[in-house]
């Protein structure tokens, strides 16, 4: 039986090799808003969806962070890279902070967009009674998606972010990665890491605030950066996304190693499935 392979998008042709991860209510299609404008002569992006979300929506699985990571550095083995950087927003955060404890000498940089710490991010009661419903709930969705981003958006934005979130996302699936981001904590595999690695906050979001960063990501990581972005909630890609891509793509590039990748840096063939496909943003 042939092995599970993330659906994924390549963009860009650059020698840096990225692999992006989406959060928890979105696939790849969450990464849209920045895709015009990426460096692609730099940098070559894999941009996933997750087991259980666009077009692994059907994909069984445990749905678990540590799953994830295995199946991003599987692609990156079937994509020829060796050595690449990773980006997670939220919950893919915490995906890319697996990878790195699985593999630390294949991660070149590492980036979290609001970023869910390694410890995990256990809810009060009341929350988790929001966040647990949310998978069959879309109301829920549009109220953390509405509080995450500081109460500020266009009703419009909200609505469309929650259909897509809605359309493109098993709601199975998403109560089990629930479960793994918010309650599995491996802080310790990552404690004192020395790759490079950058956290972007957002001033509007009062969940996975800057003060939560310094407390968890700066403190675990030996060679670490935090920028936040002031007028960004939760969801940067979409609320302030040129200057999103400033920030990250700064980061990336100031890696030393102009070969990092290695191995000439293949395109992984036919194992993509087209570019920027997402239906909306989110």
């Known amino acids: 039986m042939a092995s599970f392979v993330l659906p994924h998008a390549l963009h860009g042709t650059g020698s840096h090799k990225v692999i992006a991860v989406h959060g928890w209510f979105s696939d790849r299609s969450a990464f849209d808003p920045v895709l015009p404008d990426l460096d692609r002569d730099a940098f070559q992006y894999a941009v996933v969806d997750l087991r259980g979300y666009g077009e692994a929506r059907g994909a069984a699985g445990a749905y678990t962070t540590g799953e994830g990571a295995g199946d991003v550095l599987s692609l990156a083995d079937r994509l020829g890279w060796h050595r690449f950087s990773v980006v997670g927003h939220s919950m893919g955060a915490g995906v890319a902070q697996r990878v790195l404890a699985a593999a630390p000498q294949r991660v070149r940089r590492l980036v979290g967009i609001s970023p869910v710490p390694a410890s995990g991010l256990p809810l009060p009661p009341e929350q988790w009674e929001l966040f647990s419903s949310a998978a069959h709930a879309p109301e829920n969705r549009r109220a953390i998606i509405d509080f995450t981003s500081g109460g500020c958006r266009p009703d419009a934005w909200l609505d469309r972010m929650v259909r897509h979130s809605v359309a493109c996302s098993d709601p199975t699936a998403v109560r089990a990665w629930l479960d793994s981001w918010?309650?599995?904590?491996?802080?310790?595999?990552?404690?004192?890491?020395?790759?490079?690695?950058?956290?972007?906050?957002?001033?509007?979001?009062?969940?996975?605030?800057?003060?939560?960063?310094?407390?968890?990501?700066?403190?675990?990581?030996?060679?670490s950066e935090l920028i936040e972005l002031v007028s960004a909630g939760h969801y940067a890609m979409d609320?302030?996304?040129?200057?999103?891509?400033?920030?990250?793509?700064?980061?990336?590039?100031?890696?030393?190693?102009?070969?990092?990748?290695?191995?000439?840096?293949?395109?992984?063939g036919g194992d993509g499935n087209g570019g920027g496909d997402g239906p909306d943003a989110g």
């Open 182 to 223: 918010s309650g599995e904590g491996f802080a310790a595999e990552v404690d004192g890491s020395a790759v490079p690695a950058l956290a972007v906050t957002g001033t509007l979001d009062p969940a996975l605030t800057a003060e939560l960063t310094r407390r968890t990501w700066m403190r675990w990581y030996a060679n």
């Open 239 to 268: 609320e302030t996304p040129l200057e999103l891509i400033r920030v990250v793509e700064d980061f990336l590039r100031a890696d030393g190693d102009a070969n990092g990748d290695g191995d000439g840096g293949g395109n992984g």
